[in-house]
């Protein structure tokens, strides 16, 4: 079965340090998303893909890049690591035949020490 | 303050109750789209609203999006334990569906539901 992954699962980092976020889909869906969710706000878009070499920045873009090199997967890295990216985050991704009905990951619960 | 706005941001009922969630956009809705994320997991979709005044309807779940295209609520009956979670609203905001996947969230509605 098609499905998207993410790892890892939690991760402990310090400030300053560059982190990276594994997304990984294989349902071939060309548009992928991050997302960080915190208490209050809901989902905040961070960076999206609608195919390979293709990035957009979201609404919560500074401080984080991402770079699609195939249509599986998607990596976040976050430069250089604040405890305000304390959260936790969402990849996704949609496609054929119902291009707005996304698919989440499990998502990585990330604490900025 | 926010695009989509969720009330109640959250609510405890007893089993067997019914219960609505609201959903209100400052923009016109083009699609609508009703997720659930239990704890520590990803969301699972539930329902999508394209038209104004469609009602959708999985099981114990009913959604409805208002005819001028700026509301929706999701509605449950007769609430069950494993009805429990966050409940979030995401909003497609251009038309003709070319939005492509990218969706503005709400800042979702806790759910409780005591046995």
């Known amino acids: 079965d098609a499905e998207i992954t993410q790892s890892p699962r939690h991760k402990i980092t310090e400030t300053g340090r560059q982190v990276t976020l594994a997304c990984h889909q294989t349902w071939n869906h060309n548009n992928m998303f991050w997302y960080r969710q915190d208490l209050g706000h809901g989902l905040r878009l961070i960076h999206y893909s609608y195919g390979v070499q293709d990035t957009n920045k979201g609404e919560v873009s500074d401080g984080y890049s991402v770079s699609r090199s195939n249509t599986e997967d998607l990596p976040l890295t976050l430069e250089s690591a604040a405890s305000s990216q304390t959260s936790v985050y969402f990849c996704?991704?949609?496609?054929?035949?119902?291009?707005?009905?996304?698919?989440f990951g499990p998502g990585t619960r990330l604490t900025v020490l | 303050s926010q695009e989509l706005e969720q009330s109640p941001q959250s609510l405890i009922v007893q089993e067997g109750k019914n219960l609505t969630i609201n959903c209100t956009s400052s923009k016109t809705l083009y699609g609508l789209y009703w997720y659930k994320q239990k704890y520590g997991e990803g969301l699972i979709f539930l329902m999508m609203l394209q038209k104004g005044g469609e009602e959708k309807s999985h099981e114990k779940i009913t959604a409805k999006l208002d005819e001028k295209k700026q509301q929706s609520s999701l509605h449950i009956t007769a609430s069950q334990p494993s009805h429990a979670g966050i409940y979030l609203c995401?909003?497609?905001?251009?038309?003709?569906?070319?939005?492509?996947?990218?969706?503005?969230f709400g800042q979702g509605t806790i759910l409780t539901v005591h046995p």
């Open positions: 995401g909003a497609e905001r251009n038309a003709g569906g070319t939005s492509y996947g990218k969706l503005t």
């Open positions: 996704a991704s949609s496609g054929h035949p119902n291009y707005n009905e996304q698919f």
